[in-house]
């Protein structure tokens, strides 16, 4: 087959998921059409080099957990990964690593503009001097959340959350545009699976339906481009981030006012685990997305 990766990945519009998304081939055995990922038809063919070769991706929210995971294997296997972190510690914790197509960023926090902007100017200086065209894919991650009952909030963390995963989010796209036209890139976005919120998960949930509205918005006004952007519901992972909200919660504990706490006492620390008794709700919202998710590849 003399088709480019590129023109494979345009058939149909068969996003919606990279790099692991379905794309409608012909198979050779055959004249039956059958549905595989790119990267595994890239396997067979054996053009996964050519596929990965001068593509970029910036990642934020890589010093540990699902950003992390996703700067280490995508550089591995020869994706020219941009890893944002907060910290210079995690920026050298992924230079240790010696992958020579992982280029950590730090510092960059999404709340501030003058750290996006110089961020991205590292990621275009980089590209220069690769000969890289674009970047391939943007994949927004960052962000935690604390669990606490809305009344007991502490709304400063409330506010930095919707600063990190809408607003800093946002004004990264926006920097990164003309990059990500020039590679006819996609923006990807790592979410809950959760479709309804949950009691004591409001600063999880609050800046994560703003952010699903800000995938769906950035997916309708960039569609005449044929940039995609892909909402990707993650189900419970196992990772730092559980530890830390569970360590958060204890402190907590210690300091919300005894009187207002007795009212919601009982029924937070359920909710802290997702494997927890509670746990079916997020199976619930799963299936729900994935159902979605069936009824856009039938239509």
Known sequence: MSESMEELERKEHAGPCFPFHAARVR???????????????????????????NKAIVITGCSSGIGRAMAEYLSRRGFLTFAFVRSTEAKDALETLDEPDLVP??????????????????????LRS????????????????????LELLDLD?????????????????QELLPEI???????LWITTP?????????????????????ARTFRIELARWNIPSILIACG?????????MDRQLVSSLQTWPKDRLSYYEKGIIPLTNPSGPFGWFYDIGLAVNLYDVWKLRRR
């Open 181 to 187: 036209r020039s590679a006819t890139g996609r923006l």
């Open 236 to 244: 419970g992972i196992r990772s730092n981030a559980v530890g830390r």
């Open 157 to 173: 963390l409330l506010q930095t959350e919707l600063n990190v995963r809408v607003v800093g989010a946002a004004r990264l796209v």
């Open 27 to 53: 198979s050779e055995t055959g004249g039956d059409q059958e549905r595989m990922t790119l990267v595994k038809y890239a396997q067979k063919k054996g053009r996964m080099d050519a596929f990965q070769k």
């Open 105 to 126: 960023i730090a510092p960059i926090d999404l709340t501030c503009p003058d750290q996006i902007r110089g961020a991205v100017e590292m990621v275009k200086s980089e």
């Open 194 to 214: 959760g479709l309804i919120p949950l009691a004591f998960k409001g600063s999880v949930h609050i800046p994560e339906f703003a952010t699903q509205g800000l």
């Open 130 to 149: 690769r000969n890289v065209d674009g970047v391939y894919a943007v994949i927004q991650n960052a962000g935690g959340g604390v669990t606490a009952p």
